[in-house]
């Protein structure tokens, strides 16, 4: 079965950076969309970026555009969200998900598998 393995969080100060990396097995990675979304205690999960099979593709929430950046090694099957300038506001669990197409999507109704996420804690 699709096995997403997501790592890379942890505690920064405002203004540092973070990797995150999401290691998926079970899937053919070189045909699947891959998302990152994130969510805090009491709110809905937000999209935070999004990348095509090929990396071609990229979509990006407004609150991260200009800091964070999403990519991918199909040679390794994983995908990553490199996240500068990181607010407090950033705090969040941060999920990792693919999509059995290959087209990159915002909404997380169009992801088939999801990781158990990684936190990420900005402090100020």
């Known amino acids: 079965q699709v096995q997403l393995v997501e790592s890379g969080g942890g505690l920064v100060q405002a203004g540092g950076s973070l990797r995150l990396s999401c290691a998926a097995s079970?899937?053919?990675?070189?045909?699947?969309?891959m998302g990152w979304f994130r969510q805090t205690p009491g709110k809905e999960r937000e999209f935070v970026a999004a990348?095509?099979?090929?990396?071609?593709?990229?979509y990006y929430a407004d609150s991260v555009k200009g800091r964070f950046t999403i990519s991918r090694d199909n040679a390794k099957n994983t995908v990553f969200l490199q996240m500068n300038s990181l607010k407090p506001e950033d705090t969040a669990v941060y999920y990792c998900?693919?999509?059995?197409?290959?087209?990159?999507?915002?909404?997380?109704?169009?992801?088939?598998?999801w990781g158990r996420g990684t936190q990420v804690t900005v402090s100020s």
């Open positions: 079970g899937l053919t990675f070189g045909a699947t969309a």
């Open positions: 990348i095509s099979n090929g990396g071609v593709i990229t």
């Open positions: 998900a693919a999509r059995r197409m290959p087209i990159a999507a915002r909404t997380q109704q169009s992801y088939d598998s």
